[in-house]
């Protein structure tokens, strides 16, 4: 079987995307590249419901080459930002705070620092229907080089090295995506400035412990 630990590795994060509530019923999807193949999840099914033979893979063009079922209607949308970035996994959510954000406004607001280890400021693209050419593209548009993006009253969408990468991912978009939404309840959120999360990145760049040499 082509790419079977890639295919374990769908259904077992299949089942968490699930128990973490970040896709509910059939929606969601994910996908993990090696080389010119991709192994995705399957249109239709639920993910806490998959094996790996009921996993696809098709090649970087998107022609199926192993598999009895149909790949996900998103995996243009994968595709393309395989094509476009040097990641090697996708996750798709239908995450409840992200869904709200993506209906809301163009862009999430950064109110947490954690917002770096996104890429930067998380933007929202625009509407298109599932499935399509033109949702891919605009989905790429909105990237950039960051490692998640929301999708217009749809949901997001979170790159990784791996799949245990990109998952987490996912679950950090959803926790910033919440902590903005019950921040506005209360008030107009502070937001951090591109320099305030700058001085976050360098911060992480440099030593834990600086010293000086004198």
């Given at each position: 079987m082509l790419l079977a630990e890639q295919r374990r590795l769908l259904c077992?994060?299949?089942?968490?995307?699930?128990?973490?509530?970040?896709?509910?019923?059939?929606?969601?999807?994910?996908?993990?590249?090696?080389?010119?193949?991709?192994?995705?999840?399957?249109g239709g099914l639920a993910l806490d419901r998959l094996d790996p033979e009921a996993c696809p893979v098709v090649g970087v063009g998107g022609d199926l080459v192993e598999g009895d079922l149909s790949p996900s209607s998103e995996t243009p949308m994968h595709l393309a930002?395989?094509?476009?970035?040097?990641?090697?996994?996708?996750?798709?959510?239908?995450?409840?705070?992200?869904?709200?954000?993506?209906?809301?406004l163009t862009e999430l607001p950064p109110v947490h620092y954690n917002t770096t280890l996104l890429g930067g400021v998380v933007q929202v693209a625009g509407?298109?229907?599932?499935?399509?050419?033109?949702?891919?593209?605009?989905?790429?548009?909105?990237?950039?080089?960051?490692?998640a993006v929301l999708l217009a009253n749809h949901g997001g969408v979170t790159l990784g090295d791996d799949l245990p990468e990109a998952f987490e991912a996912a679950r950090l978009l959803e926790w910033l995506c919440e902590v903005y939404?019950?921040?506005?309840?209360?008030?107009?959120?502070?937001?951090?400035?591109?320099?305030?999360?700058?001085?976050?990145?360098?911060?992480?760049?440099?030593?834990?412990?600086?010293?000086?040499?004198d």
């Open positions: 077992d994060h299949g089942r968490r995307v699930v128990e973490t509530g970040l896709v509910l019923g059939t929606s969601g999807n994910l996908s993990v590249r090696l080389g010119d193949l991709v192994a995705v999840t399957p930002i395989y094509a476009a970035t040097g990641t090697t996994a996708v996750v798709h959510t239908h995450s409840t705070f992200a869904t709200v954000v993506s209906a809301t509407y298109a229907t599932y499935g399509t050419a033109e949702l891919a593209a605009n989905v790429m548009t909105a990237l950039g080089d960051r490692r939404v019950r921040a506005r309840a209360l008030g107009e959120p502070r937001t951090l400035t591109e320099e305030q999360l700058s001085a976050v990145v360098r911060r992480r760049q440099a030593p834990a412990f600086p010293f000086s040499e």
